[in-house]
């Protein structure tokens, strides 16, 4: 079964292995949160996802976020990670939404980012966020069904970096 768990020592070598299969894929580890993280630190990680959450040591333009591990129990593995940003900034609005989600290469394709994302939601009812914005590239095709498939609306397409194309959704949680 798939929960999202707050960050811990308990997890230290699941959330190791997950980091270490993502940097080994070359790819670009998603949430931009667990890729700034220094794991090799990991106390201090903790410390810093659990000041984040609380709005403590914030750097300018940043807003208080909550990131939590994808957990299989079943599997006892990490099998990826979300970013729940308690609200927008002007940049979060346009490119970055509430909610930042990445699943680890090996575990892709198998339904974790749909479930993650309706945890995730679910979070986000907690935190008072009753409309949800959620971005992702226009040629991320299994994100922009992972968001549809939680009730995700296209608002809009926007520019991107990289001379990518932003696809803007949201979430009306007011149901």
């Known amino acids: 079964m798939l929960k999202l768990v707050k960050p811990s020592i308990k997890y230290k070598k699941q959330y190791i292995e997950m980091m270490q299969e993502w940097e080994l894929s070359g790819e670009k580890i998603i949430p931009y949160s667990i890729r700034i993280a220094d794991y090799n630190n990991f106390e201090t990680m903790i410390e810093h996802f659990e000041k984040e959450s609380n709005g403590i040591d914030l750097k300018p333009n940043q807003v208080p976020a909550t990131t939590l591990w994808a957990y ?80 995700g609306i296209l608002e809009n397409e926007i520019p991107a970096e990289d001379d990518k194309i932003d696809q803007r959704y949201w979430i009306d949680l007011n149901f």
């Not at 990826?80 to 989600?101: M, Q, T, W």
Request: hydrophobic residues 30%; aromatic residues 2%; charged residues 30%.
């Open 72 to 151: 299989d129990d079943k599997k006892d593995k990490i099998v990826g990670a979300v970013n729940i940003r308690h609200k927008l900034n002007e940049s979060l609005l346009k490119n970055g939404g509430h909610i930042g989600d990445g699943v680890r290469p090996s575990e892709r394709r198998k339904g974790y980012a749909t479930e993650m994302i309706r945890l995730a939601l679910e979070e986000c009812k907690k935190l008072g966020i009753n409309r949800v914005l959620m971005v992702c590239y226009k040629d991320n095709i299994g994100s922009s069904k992972s968001i549809q498939n939680n009730g």
